[in-house]
Nanobody
Framework: QVQLVQSGGGLVQPGGSLRLSCAASGVSLDYYAIAWFRQAPGKEREGVSCITSSDDTSHEDSVEGRFTVSRDNAKNTVYLQMNSLKPEDTAVYYC????????????WGQGTQVTVSS
């Protein structure tokens, strides 16, 4: 059974940092692109960042320069490092595994809440 288990969300003040983790079981993430999505209340889900199986990364414009995505294949885990957080980053964040950053995901994490507030 394939599972993507997320951790690392929470409440942080504006300007702060959080690191989200996405750990896989039942599948090797080596061969997958891992995308991070977020969904804020009342808004549609949007793609945030993605890392390919060859470690190329891409980010949505609003997080470029603030968010970094990386993978540790030995731990079968992908990370989303979020710095200089803003209130508008508040959302439920999801990781997802896909054949590429442009394909619909095959597997999804359970989601984790990130709240940026003073």
């Amino acid at each position: 059974q394939v599972q993507l288990v997320q951790s690392g969300g929470g409440l942080v003040q504006p300007g702060g940092s959080l690191r989200l983790s996405c750990a896989a079981s039942g599948v090797s993430l080596d061969y997958y692109a891992i995308a991070w999505f977020r969904q804020a209340p009342g808004k549609e889900r949007e793609g945030v960042s993605c890392i390919t199986s060859s470690d190329d990364t891409s980010h949505e414009d609003s997080v470029e320069g603030r968010f970094t995505v990386s993978r540790d294949n030995a731990k079968n885990t992908v990370y989303l490092q979020m710095n200089s957080l803003k209130p508008e980053d508040t959302a439920v964040y999801y990781c997802a595994a896909a054949g590429s950053c442009h394909l619909s995901p095959d597997y999804w994490g359970q989601g984790t809440q990130v709240t940026v507030s003073s």
